[in-house]
């Protein structure tokens, strides 16, 4: 059968597992219930091959001896279902309670199902071959077991092939049906790919393949003797989400200590286990809490340094990640003592895949901990197999390619530099004696190290020890995050067998050949072995996996690395520079091509970047001659960028059509860098200067053509831009002709129309657009520039020497809105992009700097203020970790720069500095809405890499982060990172080498910024910066808002008695640096400032609305009921008079809460819903009235287990009604303040519901929320429920498409001031004892399910049950509760 047919029972008859009922329901995901019904009704091709099956296994059954025997008769009959013995079987007595205590032990009788299971699948095997609907032969020579491992065997029986064609139709057409309701189609299915690895998000497959994992899922459910099938399809293969789960867990579990895993009690007894060991640990450690070992400062500080360091991690650094891996490490410590920083490499993949477990938060790192120890204990390799299998990926590498394996050898034994100290060499030693014992190891690669021992340098230098590291960090520490995933993907579903681990070893050293064939000793080799890898595609690794897997040479992977056809730019100049040269568009496709008579359409070239490697003298000849050539080079040697210029002519035939200069100065973006040796001169020295010019755009619009002079098959005859680079001498006006490069301009593009009577077709002339890195000629440019030469000829003596180039852009100007100007105009501050990615083509590289250098830090922008802030400015300190109190600097933005993002001029020089130096930048701001002096944000820059001694001279894109570090704790680079992000908002600087003249800031649009993972906006906060850009004052600049802030204050201070008088320009930023002055506008006795309102950073937009998430209930009356919060929004007076929108915003939201926590009590329920998105329009005086309800119901779950059961009423009533029990009380909340969304988590207090509601036409017109609920408490209208209950229930502003993306809530408890606050907190202590919401279900299911609790399959399917019909049935109800009110 095909993987359709064996969607069907694993046994042949649907009825033998517990009823045939029980697998008209089998998969619990609708498509495939649906689909497998329809192959199981009447008139059907199953119905003839099941009653032939079924009538054979009655004759085979008869003539057994299990037949004869009572408890093994009634066992089959119970196994086969009530309706299958009713059936065929109804002459038979049937007997049940003979298989139950005290008759016969649990253990017996379990021991009896399995043993008649495995019968029945024997006789169901010999029927299924006798009629010939097995693959294979009908005497019996195909195995049953092959019916699923190749299921496209070919069936003699033409009724199975038959039901086979019938089965596939119907499955495929319920999948595609079930694809498109969710937005996919199949054909998306099968092209599933995995995507680019750059990509951050770890979601790196599709939503088609994740519902189809779903699906697979819940068939490995069903049917768990499948897992080895789908595991051998979908071999190399990146799992979706979904299946990642379900499979990286069944695969951990199964390698338990345990011989056999069967059943999901092993599941339950090893977590029962586990958790026993943890508790004992804690008391044996004296400790109260398992996430806080003795160790967890050293777990700790392993672990931010792994994420510091680890390519892949580094994304998830800050977040929730870290805290988890620590706290799961100290869990894991707690139960077995075993700590080792490499299972922080070990987690994080299982922190991946288990990143959506369900359950509390708190319990996450208890689940990562479990399976961490099984990891551990039973499934990953040990060091001996570890060192084994890196030993035999070598030899294989021996045998594959020599030429390589040979060539690492040599590396590894040049310049070896390496400190035996810092390694266990006796341990690598005994782990390489016990690797060459195991049977599978390579004797002759183990043999050619046996001298190791007594030469630990060459031990540890040999690269059998970084494959070694390779395969004990799970790869984690050397690829990308998409990589690894693919790769512990093939290690599961090959139950960890170490010919994966042997291939990947051997994929991944065979796609670095041509990395590892440019290194030269054993450092460059180190690099390549510890850096490169993450550079890897992922989908080269798969496609080098799966060459390997099957068999292919090892010869060929090296041609699998896409790397290969990239053309890389250098940012710095180790070889010779040989762009490849531009593709242009000569060959006619038809016949001859005629040019049209035209003008051309306008071409500009825009953003130049430099890259020039400028000849320095010889010291010698300096001293020993006299030469202008020596005065031009020693002129040279003191560049200055500013002294360079850019010129673009547009020439054809050698005449010029017309000559274009770039009009700003040029700007140093990276420090100079000096080499010694290049390949004409190995003994001479050059320096490496990168020159941008990035806010010129030099546009022609004039230029004029002949058609009949203007041929594209010969390249001389084209119109080319010569770009001209010069550098003006001192002492006149000399230019010096550093270079100069060709681009061609145009190229033809067919009219598509047809040829004339002689055959020839038009065409016209096009822009040849976007942007082409060109390599620069040295020297003058000669008068007839030809496109044939492709490559510079340089001499040794020429100033320009090999690898300089420049960058440009070619564009149409007509098409790109740019106008035909010499230079740009600046973009319009609507244009401001919301966030531009880091350009390594533009931007800096870290550079070798010496401390006593110095640098000069520049403040350049701050971008994308908040709603509530107005006027800013930037403090500056460069500090120590052990000295944070230095005086700061101060920063002012320029007048006429944008408001909402402004600019400045800033420039700090540090003359000398230390290593571990930190700029600490703050932003103060004055609170629009209170008019209070705060701090916005703050963000810490490192200067300096601690590893490589580098200078981080570039551009940077901070986060700002609200709040300041604690001062008792010594100041690091990762201080701020535990603060919350302020949203949208970041701080641009540069650290650049000390300069004679102020740099001006490069555009942000074009790409020099960095921006780290943490800058890189979330969805949401993209959603903010997009409100931020709708707002009325977008357009404003800072003096307008300088100009409204005095106006406003001069007349609040005056009463509005007199005019203000407007501030003079010249005068502005002295008042707003006097405006931000702590001293004179802090409070007495307060010295800080506090922090800007982060819940109010962004304004109500009623198209983005807000979120309610009712999260329990706690205290309340609720025993022995079903509970729901029912919410509405009252809308205050003026938000009633408004009409809905025509999106439907403005409505009167009601809704209910769906989901419960079923292990929450009945006194204190929790649900689980999403948060509920609403949309009212915005009114102070509006808000959300909450009404607790309880219903009396009870569940009586189906006899058969063949579905739903019902729900009757109090006292077994068929209807369930509202009584006085189940008025629970309610509450209010406020929705809006101060023109935001009133955000946070609210704890408030439950009132006496005593259904009559008349006074919620007062709330709407109440000022003050909580002064009206005290006033008539006090007036007896409203009272306090006598439980002292409470509700808790969190807001948040819908610019954060989700919670965890958004501000952090404040706790919001002062409406319990509404009595005694004591009171409620006693009543939600005492709220923890009782029965949970699960023993609705519970109390009427089998004794032995109550005892498994919720942990129990058939509890978990009735809980799905019972919670659809509650929702149908409190839906019903609630039709009531509008008679009473709450309209």
Not at 643 to 672: I, T, Y
Request: one cysteine or more.
């Amino acid at each position: 059968m095909d993987d359709t047919s064996a969607a069907n029972s694993g046994n042949w008859s649907h009825g033998l597992e517990g009823g045939e009922g029980a697998s008209f329901r089998p998969f619990g995901v609708h498509w495939l219930d649906s689909a497998l019904q329809e192959t199981l009704l009447p008139g059907t091709p199953w119905e003839q091959v099941e009653e032939k099956v079924s009538r054979g296994l009655i004759g085979k059954l008869r003539s057994s001896q299990e037949f004869k025997d009572m408890e093994k008769k009634q066992m089959i009959l119970q196994l086969l279902g009530a309706k299958f013995v009713e059936r065929y079987l109804k002459d038979e007595l049937y007997v049940p309670n003979i298989l139950e205590p005290p008759r016969i032990t649990l253990l017996k009788r379990q021991q009896l199902q399995r043993t008649m299971q495995k019968f029945l699948k024997d006789k169901l095997d010999d029927v299924a071959r006798f009629h010939d609907y097995l693959p294979g032969t009908p005497d019996g020579g195909g195995e049953s077991s092959q019916r699923g491992e190749d299921s496209r065997q070919q069936l003699h029986s033409v009724e199975m092939r038959v039901t086979q064609e019938h089965m596939t139709s119907v499955f495929q057409k319920g999948l595609n049906r079930h694809l498109a309701m969710n937005g996919f189609t199949a054909e998306q299915a099968r092209t599933d790919n995995i995507p680019d690895p750059s990509l951050p998000s770890m979601n790196c497959w599709s939503g088609a393949s994740n519902l189809l994992g779903h699906s697979l899922c819940a068939i490995l459910q069903r049917d768990p003797n499948r897992l080895s099938y789908i595991c051998k399809r979908l071999g190399g293969k990146q799992l979706p989400a979904s299946l990642r789960e379900f499979l990286w867990a069944e695969m951990l579990l199964r390698h338990n200590d345990s011989t056999v895993y069967t059943e999901k009690t092993t599941e339950k007894s090893l977590r029962k286990t586990f958790a026993k060991m943890v508790s004992k640990g804690k008391l044996e450690l004296k400790i109260s809490k398992a996430t806080e070992c003795p160790i967890s400062g050293l777990i700790k500080k392993a672990v931010q340094e792994k994420y510091d360091k680890t390519v892949c991690m580094q994304q998830y650094k800050g977040t929730s990640y870290t805290s988890q891996c620590s706290e799961a490490l100290n869990v894991l410590y707690t139960y077995n003592r075993s700590y080792e920083p490499y299972l922080v490499h070990w987690l994080f993949p299982l922190q991946i895949a288990f990143h959506d477990i369900g359950g509390e938060l708190e319990d996450h790192p208890y689940e990562l901990a479990f399976y961490l120890n099984l990891l551990q204990s039973n499934t990953f390799p040990h060091w001996p197999e570890i060192y084994a299998i890196a030993e035999q990926a070598m030899a294989r590498l021996q045998s594959g390619d020599m030429e390589l394996y040979q060539h690492l050898q040599t590396c590894s034994t040049t310049n070896v530099k390496v400190d035996p100290k810092e390694f266990m060499v006796q341990l690598l030693e005994d782990e390489r004696k016990k690797a060459a014992s195991l049977s599978w190891a390579t004797q002759q690669n183990s043999s050619s190290t046996d001298g190791l021992a007594d030469n630990s340098k060459s031990l540890l230098a040999n690269p059998v020890v970084f494959l070694r590291k390779w395969v004990g960090e799970g790869f984690v520490s050397v690829l990308d995050t998409q990589a690894v995933l693919l790769i512990w993907d093939q290690c599961f579903m090959s139950d960890w067998n170490r010919r994966v681990l042997e291939d990947v070893c051997l994929a991944l050293v065979l796609l670095l050949r041509r990395d590892f064939m440019e290194a030269t000793d054993y450092h460059q080799m180190r690099q390549v072995f510890l850096l490169t890898p993450c550079k890897l595609y992922t989908a080269d690794i798969q496609a080098a996996f799966k060459h390997l897997q099957g068999g292919g040479a090892a010869i060929e992977v090296p041609d699998l690395d896409s790397r290969r056809l990239e053309t890389n730019v250098p940012t710095t100049t180790p070889e010779p520079y040989n762009p490849v040269p531009i593709p242009i568009n000569t060959a006619p496709p038809q016949a001859d091509m005629m040019i049209k008579d035209q003008k051309l359409r306008p071409v500009g070239v825009t953003n130049f970047h430099l890259n020039l490697v400028i000849n320095q003298p010889d010291i010698r000849k300096m001293e020993d001659e006299d030469s202008p050539q020596l005065d031009v080079m020693d002129q040279l040697v003191n560049f200055q960028p500013e002294r360079l210029s850019v010129s673009v002519a547009v020439l054809h035939k050698g005449r010029s059509l017309g000559d274009r200069k770039c009009e700003n100065n040029g700007v140093m973006v990276q420090a100079p860098s000096l080499e010694r040796g290049n390949p004409l001169n190995e003994d001479g020295y050059t320096k490496t200067y990168q020159v941008s010019f990035s806010s010129d755009s030099l546009t022609f619009d004039d230029v004029i053509l002949q058609a009949s002079s203007y041929d594209l098959k010969f390249k001389e005859n084209q119109a080319v831009a010569l770009i001209t680079v010069t550098y003006r001498l001192l002492g006149g006006h000399e230019y010096l002709s550093l270079g100069w490069a060709k681009l061609p301009l145009y190229e033809y593009q067919d009219d598509n129309a047809p040829p004339d009577s002689n055959g020839t077709y038009c065409a016209s002339l096009r822009v040849q657009l976007g942007k082409k890195t060109l390599p620069l000629f040295p020297g003058e440019a000669p008068q007839m520039i030809s496109l044939s030469i492709a490559d510079p000829d340089y001499e040794v003596d020429d100033h320009l020497q090999p690898g300089s180039y420049v960058t440009t852009t070619c564009i149409d100007p007509s098409d790109a809105g740019i106008p035909s100007e010499s230079t740009s105009s600046p973009q319009p501050q609507a244009e401001e992009p919301l966030w531009v990615p880091y350009d390594s083509d533009i931007g800096e590289r870290s550079t070798p700097w010496k401390p006593d250098q110095g640098f000069d830090l520049y403040i350049d922008q701050v971008r994308f203020l908040p709603d509530n802030a107005t006027i800013i400015k930037v403090t500056a300190r460069i500090v120590q970790p052990h000295d944070p109190k230095v005086a700061d600097v101060l920063a002012t933005p320029l007048l006429d720069s944008p408001a909402r993002c402004p600019q400045f001029e800033y420039r700090d020089t540090t003359e000398k500095a230390e290593e571990t130096n930190l700029v600490v930048l703050r932003v103060y701001t004055v609170d629009k809405v209170t008019k209070e002096l705060v701090a916005l944000g703050a963000a810490i820059l490192p200067l300096y890499d601690e590893e490589e001694h580098l200078l981080h001279m570039a551009g940077f894109q901070l986060p700002l982060r609200s709040g300041i570090p604690d001062e008792d704790i010594p100041l690091d680079k990762a201080a701020l990172d535990k603060l919350p992000i302020v949203p949208g908002t970041s701080i641009l600087v540069r650290v650049l080498p000390i300069s004679k003249i102020f740099i001006p800031a490069p555009n942000y649009a074009s790409g020099y910024y960095r921006n780290s993972y943490q800058s890189k906006p979330t969805e949401s906060h993209m959603t903010v910066m997009e409100h931020y850009k709708r707002q009325d004052n977008w357009v404003e600049t800072v003096q307008d808002t300088i100009e409204n802030m005095h106006m406003e204050e001069t007349q609040t201070s005056q009463d509005g008695e007199a005019e203000a008088t407007p501030l003079a320009r010249e005068a502005m930023t002295e008042w707003l640096i006097d405006r931000l002055q702590e001293d004179k506008h802090l409070p007495e006795g307060v010295t800080t400032p506090g922090d800007l309102d982060l819940t109010r950073c962004v304004n109500y937009d009623l198209s983005c609305g807000l979120y309610v998430f009712v999260r329990m209930t706690p205290g309340v009356k609720g025993t022995g009921l079903y509970t729901h919060a029912v919410c509405q929004v009252l809308p205050g007076r003026r938000a009633a008079d408004l009409d809905i929108t025509s999106e439907g915003y403005g409505v009167v939201d009601r809704f209910h809460t769906k989901q419960h926590k079923f292990n929450s009590l009945q006194t204190a329920p929790q649900w689980k819903d999403p948060p509920k998105h609403i949309h009212p329009h915005y009114d102070t005086q509006s808000v959300l009235f909450i009404r607790i309800i309880g219903l009396t119901l009870l569940y009586k779950p189906d006899p058969n287990q063949e579905g739903p059961g019902v729900i009757r009423g109090k006292h077994g009533k068929k209807r369930v009604q509202l009584g006085p029990e189940s008025y629970l009380g309610w509450t209010v909340l406020p929705m809006f303040d101060k023109g935001c969304v009133a955000q946070g988590t609210y704890i408030l207090p439950i009132f006496q519901d005593d259904t009559n509601l008349d006074f919620l036409e007062d709330i709407g017109r109440a000022d003050n929320l909580l002064t009206w609920l005290k006033s008539n408490i006090k007036k007896k209208v409203i009272k306090i429920n006598r439980q002292y209950a409470t509700a808790v229930v969190s807001v948040f502003d819908g610019h954060y498409h989700v919670k965890a993306e958004s501000v952090p809530l404040p706790k919001r408890d002062s409406f319990l001031d509404v009595d005694d606050f004591e009171k409620f907190a006693e009543s939600a202590q005492l709220g923890k004892e009782g029965p949970q919401i699960s023993q609705h279900i519970l109390r009427h299911l089998p004794k032995e399910v109550q005892d498994e609790e919720m942990d129990s399959v058939l509890y978990q399917q009735e809980e799905k049950y019972f919670e659809q019909l509650a929702l149908i049935v409190f839906d019903e109800v609630l039709e009531d509760v509008k008679e009473i009110g709450l309209k």
